[in-house]
């Protein structure tokens, strides 16, 4: 099961509260503004700033 578009139209940043965007493997949701990806655990985005991981440019 996919993530379904009502829910990523509600998710937001927890740091920032900026919009996330859905990588094209689903495996995590990534925040341009903060650059942190938030992964995605059995269908089910971790929304926590601490389970976050930077990413690189």
Do not use: F, N, Q, T
């Amino acid at each position: 099961m996919a993530l379904s578009r009502e829910l990523l139209a509600v998710l937001a940043c927890p740091g920032c509260r900026g919009e996330v965007r859905l990588l094209e493997d689903e495996s995590g949701l990534v925040c341009p503004a903060c650059r942190l990806k938030y992964p995605v655990r059995d269908d089910i985005p971790v929304m926590l700033v601490d389970e976050a991981e930077e990413i690189g440019e």
